[in-house]
């Protein structure tokens, strides 16, 4: 977090904004300036990957309670907004802590995105 981005908007906030949806996200890694922050980036980049994740594990859930005849339908629909709720408060912590200038590498995904801001 030792680099500067002229912007008017500190690092933090921007790591922050990374976690509101996947466009800020996207955005952040493809403008410049924004792009040449390491910490940005890790930030963009761990939220990129933990919506997709999200949206994969939602996606075999509903495909799942389509194709399934023997599980009710309320255990994938419960499972679904457990999924929703999980992806929610994850990112609302991540956006916390990157808003107080924490690097918080999420199991999984934070070292592939350290990796990634880092190239």
Same mark, same amino acid.
């Given at each position: 977090?030792?680099?500067?981005?002229?912007?008017?908007?500190?690092?933090?906030?921007?790591?922050?904004?990374?976690?509101?949806?996947?466009?800020?996200?996207?955005?952040?890694?493809?403008?410049?300036?924004?792009?040449?922050?390491?910490?940005?980036?890790?930030?963009?980049?761990?939220?990129?990957?933990?919506?997709?994740?999200?949206?994969?594990?939602?996606?075999?859930?509903?495909?799942?309670?389509?194709?399934?005849?023997?599980?009710?339908? =309320?255990?994938?629909?419960?499972?679904?907004?457990?999924?929703?709720?999980?992806?929610?408060?994850?990112?609302?912590?991540?956006?916390?802590?990157?808003?107080?200038?924490?690097?918080?590498?999420?199991?999984?995904?934070?070292?592939?995105?350290?990796?990634?801001?880092? =190239?």
């Amino acid at each position: 977090m030792n680099e500067t981005v002229d912007t008017g908007i500190s690092q933090n906030s921007l790591g922050a904004l990374s976690y509101l949806t996947l466009i800020p996200a996207v955005l952040f890694l493809a403008i410049p300036p924004y792009n040449r922050s390491t910490y940005v980036r890790f930030h963009a980049w761990q939220s990129i990957i933990v919506g997709a994740f999200a949206f994969l594990i939602n996606f075999a859930f509903s495909s799942l309670m389509q194709s399934t005849t023997f599980v009710s339908p =309320r255990v994938f629909l419960t499972l679904i907004a457990l999924v929703g709720v999980v992806y929610t408060l994850t990112m609302i912590w991540c956006a916390v802590r990157a808003l107080n200038g924490h690097l918080i590498k999420l199991p999984l995904v934070g070292k592939w995105a350290e990796h990634q801001a880092n =190239r």
